[in-house]
Structures are given as C-alpha cells and as structure tokens.
C-alpha cells in the first residue's frame, strides 16, 4: 500500500541500517529534491547529519533565507551555511558566454562544496563516510540504475585526511516521482515556500543576465523577479505555470520617459512556460491584466528597468531558459 506515511517508515529504517553510527553530509540547494531528502535522514539519524548550503549569491529574493531559516526551524538540521558570493561574482567578472558562465559557476561549486566537506571531516573525524543526494526515480532509470560512490581529493590542504576521501551515497527519494517526494516533503512538515517550488537553475540567476554577471545587475534581477513571483502567487497561477524565468538583457538599453525625463534603461524578459517534464513547453497565456500589474510594478519599482517584453516562443526551438 503506497502512502507517504510508509514511505517515510521505510525509508528512515533503510538510512539507519545504511548509516549505522557513522556520520552523513547533504548539500542543500534550496530545491525541493535535496530538502526532502535531507529532511528525511535527518528523521532517521538526527544529529549525525551535516547539511551544506553554498550561498553563490545567484539566489532569488528571500532563497536563501528559506535554507537558513524555514528549513532549519522545520527539521532541526545542523547546517554550514558557505558565503561565497564574492568568490563567484570574481571568478564570474568579465565572462558574458553563456556556456563559460555554467562552467565556471559548476566548478566553484564543487570547490567550495568540497572545502566545507573536508572542513566538517576535520572537525568530525573519519567516520563522515556518506553523501546524501536528492536522486529521483527518473534520474535513476536515465543513467541506467546503478548506486554509486563519491569521491573528493583533499589536494593537501588540510591536515590528518588522506589524500582521496571516498564516500558512499545514500540516496533516499529513488524510488520516488517528483509529486510524491513533494507529498513526502509535505507530510514531514517542511515549508510549502520549499516543497511547492517551480524548478530552478542549479546556476541560478546567473544564467538570467544576458551579458556579464555583476552584483549590481543581480540586484536588479532579484528585485524584478520576485516582483513577478508575487504577482503570479497572488493571480493564484503557480500550479498553471511550470516557471516563470525572469531575464535581464543588461546589454540592451532603450529609451523610455517617466515622470517629466528621459530614461535610458534596461528591458526584462519574461518567460512563463507551462510544460510537463521541461523536455518541451509552450508559452503560458496569462491573462493580460497579470501581465499589466506584472510590468507596471517592475517598471515603477525596479530602477533602471524601463520595459517589460513577453517571451511568446514554444520550446523548441526556443529552450526555456535564455542561457
Ligand atoms: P531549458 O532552458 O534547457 O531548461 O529548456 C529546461 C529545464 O531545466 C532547467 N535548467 C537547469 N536545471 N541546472 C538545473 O538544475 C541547470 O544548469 C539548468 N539549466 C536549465 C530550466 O530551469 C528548466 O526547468
């Protein structure tokens, strides 16, 4: 009999037969995959558990609050949050090629994700032997079905651990489609702000500023994006929409007038898809009076953003994101 209730029952009995008195670290991504499966072996083994959130500084508005503090208070998780947004926003400077900004943002990440392991393991000794990861079903069935290990180098740089740490994962959502590990989140009483997420970009809003990446424009990118979510949630659409990316073409400018002057300044762009599994999509029909308060509100409240276009195109050919 499937409910989430066995599922849950199940699952913690497997992860404590896994993990036995060792120790486990899950990174968090402020996804629902990785909260519900952190939030599960926290059930299981409590205060063995170790999350590692990397704040890269590409989060939307309120994101990573959401980590630090909803999904805290809910399990009771033990969590090292990493600030590196600066690391990022250097490493980003300059670089305007969409490709070499998804390189560049997966590297650091698994940097400085590999740096806060080492960190706990000198802290908390050898016994940190497993990695926890949000791995679904259809994740399992595509890359053909095996369980694996990971494996981190130490590079030297921090003393008492061998030179390859490998760790074995643990992997409580396989066999679990994205809706029921929604309900599975639910029944163990983590935030709807988390378990109800639309999808989101491991790179973040990095892959929404067409052009270089900089804080300033991020700003400018949190503002009109969570602006945009406000409307849609108020509108009651985010169960219509499968997303709704917000983009800053930061290299464009136009002109445009406001109060008794002239403006010069940035459009967004945006992109509401509705879709099944991402593979396609069509543009979202949103009423047009969403879209009017959508594009008054930013154009009013965003500084430096004077137009708000619609993205009208189906994928394919266009893909969801514009990066
Ligand atoms: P595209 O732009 O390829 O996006 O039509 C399809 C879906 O995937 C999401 N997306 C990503 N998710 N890491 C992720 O975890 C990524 O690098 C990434 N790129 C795109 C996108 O938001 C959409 O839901």
């Known amino acids: ?50 999350c590692v959130y990397v704040d890269h ?22 969590l090292k949050v990493v600030d590196a947004e600066e690391r990022f926003l250097k490493a980003l400077a300059g670089v305007s090629d969409p490709e070499e900004k998804r390189k560049i943002i997966g590297r650091e990440f698994i940097r400085v994700f590999e740096q806060a392991q080492l960190e706990i393991m000198q802290e908390a000794g050898p016994e940190v032997a497993f990695l926890v990861q949000g791995t679904l079903y259809p994740d399992v069935v595509e890359s053909g ?46 935030p709807d702000e988390i378990v ?23 700003d400018l990118l949190r503002e ?24 800053l073409l930061a290299d464009v400018r136009s002109v445009g007038v406001q109060g008794d002057g002239r403006t010069y300044g940035h459009p967004v762009v945006l992109r509401p898809v509705s879709s099944e599994d991402a593979m396609t999509a069509d543009w979202s029909r949103l009423p047009y009076d ?3 308060r959508i594009s008054t509100r930013i154009t009013n409240e965003v500084k430096d953003v004077n137009r708000v276009v619609l993205d009208v195109t189906s994928k394919p050919p266009g893909t969801i994101e514009w990066e």
């Open 1 to 50: 009999d499937w409910t989430t209730g066995n599922v849950i029952e199940e699952q913690v009995a497997a992860i404590r037969e896994q993990v036995g008195d060792k120790r486990a670290i899950c990174g968090l991504s402020g996804g629902v995959d990785s909260a519900v499966a952190a939030a599960l072996v926290q059930k299981a083994i409590g205060s063995q558990l170790t």
């Open 57 to 78: 500084g590409l989060m939307r508005k309120g994101e990573t609050e959401q980590v630090e503090k909803d999904f805290v208070a809910a399990t009771g998780v033990q």
């Open 145 to 190: 079905g095996g369980t694996g290990t990971a494996n981190i180098k130490s590079h030297h740089n921090v003393g008492g651990l061998p030179d390859d740490i490998e760790f074995e994962l643990v992997e409580p959502l396989r066999q679990l489609f994205k809706d029921e590990v929604r309900m599975v989140g639910q029944e163990l009483g983590l």
């Open 196 to 218: 109800q997420r639309q999808p989101f970009p491991g790179p973040g809003l990095g892959i929404r500023i067409v052009g270089e990446v900089t804080k300033e424009r991020l």
């Open 224 to 247: 009109a994006d969570a602006i945009a979510r406000e409307e849609l949630t108020a509108a009651g659409l985010d169960r219509d929409i499968w997303q709704c990316p917000v983009v």
């Open 290 to 292: 969403v879209l009017a």
